[in-house]
C-alpha cells in the first residue's frame, strides 16, 4: 500500500452532493447538543452544519454506500449519513458516549446505524470493506488499519491537525490497486457558526439573535456582546456553558494574571489584537495560551506568528478580558513611559464604558491602573476598594463579601500612589492640592450594561493619604424580600409591618449591614401595591424604582434629610422612607411625620435592635414619643453565604461549639461548609444572607420605653416579650445550610455567643 500526495486548493470549490443537503435539513442538529447523561461534554463532537458541507463536499458520494465513522461523539454525523448510507457502523472510545448516540439514534428510528465501544483507530474489520470512512477525530494518526478496510475505491476523510493546533480536513481515495491518493482540503472548524450555539443551549431564540446579529453589524461588535445586551444572561453561567460546547477551557483570571507575558503580547498589532479579542498570555513546555472573549476567535494569525507552539485557547468573560487587557498593557507602559504627566491629562472620561473600545493613549499609565483598580473591584463584586501605604508598601485591597482580601498582581510604588490618588481626585472633583485635610466625593463608572456610583473618601495618614472607593451599584436586579433570607415569621412579620396606617420602623447596623437592601425590598412590594403614595430622600439614590418617587439630598445647597422631611408632609405621601436618621433634626421630623398618620421607614446606626433605643435617646427624641410610635426594629448583619455548588457537611468546630452550646451540642445539629469550586473561586462562599434580629413593640415594651429604663434590663423584658435574636437567626442559617458555623464570631459579640436568659437550648438524647 501507497500514498502519494497532491496539493488541493485551500477551501474546496465542490458543490454538496443534493443528498446530504437533505439529510442535513432533516436532521435537527439542537436534538444532539443537550446529553441527558450527567458528566458529559460533547464540545467538538458536534460540528456545525457549515461543516460537515465542507466535509461532505470532498466526497463523491455512491448509491447506498456502506460507512464507517471512527470517533462518533453523540451520533450527529452518523445520524446525518444514515439518511444517504444502506449501512453506518461507528466507533466511540467513550463508553458513556457511545450508549448516549446509541440512544439518540434509536429515540430518531434510524435502523441503519449501529455504534460499537472501540478504538476508532481498529475500525470494525468484521463490517468491512467500506466505501466511505469518516474520521472525525485528530487523534488517530496511524491509518493504516483503516485504509485496508476501504473498498478498491473507497474514500477516507480525516480530521487532522495542522502545524500545532489547528485543524484541517484530509482526503485519501483509493486507485483500484490498494494505493491511495492523499490530498488537503482546507482548514476545519468544528464550532462554526457559533452564534447558534447560544440558541442551541437555551440562552437565546431566533428572534433575539436576528437582532443580536442586527445590531452587531450596525455597531461593529460581537453578537455575544449583543446578545449580553439584550437579555439578562449571567456572564459566568453563558460562558460556562459555551467553554464546554467548544471545549476550551473557562479562564480563571486571578491565575492567569500571574503568568502575563508582555513581550508575547507585544508581539502582535495591539489594533488586531483588539479588533479579534485576543490576549496571547504566555508559552509553557511549547503551549502558547490565548484568552478570548469571543468564542468566534480564529487563531489563523496566531499560529502563523508561532508555528512551532500549539494554541490553546482560555475562554474569559468580557469583564475578565479587559482586566487581562489592562493588567497586560500596564506591564509594557511600565517598561517604556515615564510615571510623571501633566495633570490635564490623568483624568479619564466619567461617562466612558470601561469594557467599551477605548483605551487611554500611550503613556497614559495612572488612568489604565485607576481603570484596572475599577475593573478588578466589578469583576470580583466587591464593594470597596483600600489603597495604604505603610512605610514604602503600597497595599491594595478589596472588601468582597464582607472580607478584605490583598490584590497582589499590582505592583505600585509611592510615587505611583501619589499620581494615582490625583487621578482620583480629579475623578471624584476634589482639590488635587489639599493633602491636609480629609476629602470626599463622587463619581460615575459604567462597565458594559452596569452603572455605579462611586463614593470616593481620601484620609491622610502616616505616610501617605489612604483612599476608599465604595462601589455603589446603579441598576444591579432588585432583591425581593422573599430573597433577604428571613425567617418565614420574620418576613411575614415585615410584610405586615408595611401595611399599618402609621409608625417608625427602623433597619439597624453598622455600615455595609444591607441596611438599604432591606428597605428597598419593603419599597418594592409597597411599589407593586400601587394604593398608596411613597416618597423617598436618599443620600444617593441606590436603586432606582418605579412608582416611587425619589429624591436625592443635596447638603451642598442647604437641601437635607430634615429639609426633605419638612416638605414631604405637603406631598400627601402614604409612605416615606428616610435614608438614614443621623441627626437630632431629621429624628425629630421623623418621629413628627409618624405622629401626623404616615408609616416612617428609615436606618439607624447601632448595635442591635435594643441599642436603638438608646441611639435614639442620644439623638434627642423624647421617650413618650418613641414609645407611641416606634412599631419595630430590624438589626442585621450580613454573614458570608456558603457556595450551593460545593457545599458538603462537616464537623462542626469544638470551641465556637463550647461558646454557642455551653451546655452541651444537641445531637440533631448539623453545621456545613463550601469546599471550594470553579465557581466560588475556591473561596467556599458566594454572595452574603442577611443575618436579623427583629423586636417587635407591645404594650409592656412601650410602658419600659416610655420610662426610659436602662437598655440592660430593657434587653430582659424584650427576651420576656418574644425579642428574636441574631444568634437565633445565625443557627437557623447555619442548620440550614446557607452559612457556615465560622461565621458566627465575626457577626455575633462573645456575650451573645451563648443562649441569653430567655430560653436554653437542651441537649436530646
Partial sequence: MSIAEIQQPKYPNDRIDPRIEQALNEINRRAFVS????????????????TLRHIFSVLTLPQNPKVLQAGVGLGYVSAVLSLVAHKVIGIEKNASLADAAMEKMSSLNLDNVLIHHGDGQ?????EAPFDIIVVATPNIEDKSVLLNQLTLHGQMVCVEYADSSLLKLVKYTGDGHHNYVRSEHGYLDFVQNKDEILIELGFINNEILSEARRRAKANKTLIIDEVRRLTNVD???????????????LGNVESLLKWIDPKIFNSFSQAFLDHHHLIP????????????????????????VFPELKIVTILVTPTDFRRLWSATDLCLQAQSSPIHLPLENLESKKDEDLLGAHKPGAGAQLVSLFEALLLDAVAERASDIHLEQYNNTVRVRLRIDGEMRDIRHYDISPRELRGLINVIKLRAELDIAERRLPQGGRSHLRVGESQFDLRIQVQPALHSEHVVIRLLPQNSELISIEQLGLSPAISENYKRLLKNPSGLVLVVGPTGSGKSTT???????????????????????????????????????GFS????????????????????????????EAIRAAQTGHVVLSTLHCNDAVDAMQRLYDLGVHPNS??????????????????????????PDGKILQEVFPGGTPDSFRAYIGKGCEYCNDTGTHGRVAVVEYLH?????????????????????????????????????????????????????????????????????
Fill in 35 to 50: 446529553c441527558e447523561r450527567e458528566g458529559l461534554v460533547v464540545g467538538r463532537s458536534i460540528p456545525s452544519t457549515e
Fill in 122 to 126: 481498529d475500525g470494525a474489520p468484521q
Fill in 235 to 249: 456572564d459566568v453561567d453563558l460562558y460556562r456553558s459555551l467553554a464546554k460546547q467548544y471545549d476550551v477551557e
Fill in 281 to 304: 498570555l504566555y508559552t509553557e513546555r511549547g503551549v502558547l495560551k490565548v484568552a478570548t472573549s469571543n468564542p468566534s476567535a480564529s487563531m489563523v494569525e496566531i499560529q502563523r
Fill in 519 to 557: 428597605l428597598y425590598a419593603g419599597l418594592q412590594l409597597l411599589a407593586a401595591d400601587g394604593t398608596r403614595k411613597v416618597i423617598t430622600v436618599e443620600d444617593p439614590i441606590e436603586y432606582s424604582i418605579n412608582n416611587i418617587q425619589q429624591t436625592r439630598v443635596r447638603p451642598e445647597i
Fill in 561 to 588: 434629610f430634615a429639609d426633605a422631611m419638612r416638605s414631604f408632609v405637603r406631598q400627601d405621601p402614604d409612605v416615606i422612607l428616610v435614608g438614614e436618621i443621623r441627626d437630632h433634626e431629621t429624628s425629630l
Fill in 626 to 651: 418613641l414609645a407611641s410610635e416606634l412599631l419595630a426594629v430590624i438589626a442585621q448583619r450580613l454573614a458570608k453565604r456558603i457556595c450551593p455548588n460545593c457545599r458538603e457537611q462537616t464537623t
Fill in 697 to 765: 413593640l407591645n404594650p409592656e415594651l412601650r410602658n419600659a420605653i416610655s420610662r426610659n429604663i436602662p437598655v440592660s434590663e430593657l434587653r430582659k423584658l424584650a427576651l420576656d416579650c418574644g425579642l428574636i435574636t441574631m444568634r437565633d437567626s445565625a443557627l437557623d442559617h447555619v442548620i440550614q445550610g446557607n452559612i457556615p458555623l465560622s461565621e458566627l464570631p465575626r457577626i455575633l459579640p462573645e456575650e451573645r455567643m451563648a443562649p441569653e436568659a430567655r430560653w436554653q437550648w437542651e441537649k436530646t438524647s
